[in-house]
C-alpha cells in the first residue's frame, strides 16, 4: 500500500496504521501473568487483573484454519478465504486470507498482515483494514 493510499483504521484501537502504509494490530498484555489478548481487553480472562498494557503483535505468524465463504452480505465478493492465524505472542486471530487462489491455501502456511483499502468513511476518507496474506517464498 502506497503511503498516499494510507487511510485511517477501519477498526481503531484494533490496528495501528502509520503514515508509511505498515502497520501492527493492537491487543492486550496481562501484566500480571503475561497472557495476550485480541482485541484490547481491560481485564485479563486468566487471572482477572485489571492491568493490562496495550501491544503491537507481530506482522507474522501461520494459518491455523480456513473456511471459504461462498454466501456472504452483498458487501463481500464471493467466494472468499476466512481463516485463523495463530501468532508468536500465543493469540489466534480471524482475518480475510488474500493474495493466493483458494485451492492453494494449506493450514500450516506462514502468513503476514496486510494492510489493504477497506472503503471510505462518512467524510470520504479512506479506510484502511487488514487481511492475511502467504508469506514470501510460499
Known sequence: ???????????????????????????????????HFFPVREACSGCLSDQLETVRFSTEGTLYTFSIVRQSTPAFEVPYALGYVDFPEGVRIM?????????????GMPMVLSLEPFGEDEEGN???GY?????EGN
Do not use: H, W, Y
Not at 5 to 16: D, I, K, Q, T
Not at 95 to 107: A, P, T
Not at 131 to 135: L, V
Open 95 to 107: 482475518g480475510q486470507i488474500s493474495g493466493i487462489d483458494l485451492d492453494e491455501i494449506k493450514i
Open 1 to 35: 500500500m502506497s503511503a498516499s493510499a494510507v487511510g485511517v483504521s477501519f477498526r481503531p484501537g484494533e490496528l495501528e496504521v502509520r503514515p508509511d502504509g505498515t502497520g501492527n494490530q493492537l491487543g492486550s498484555r496481562c501484566s500480571a501473568c503475561g497472557a
Open 126 to 128: 479512506p479506510l484502511t
Open 131 to 135: 487481511r492475511f496474506r502467504p508469506a
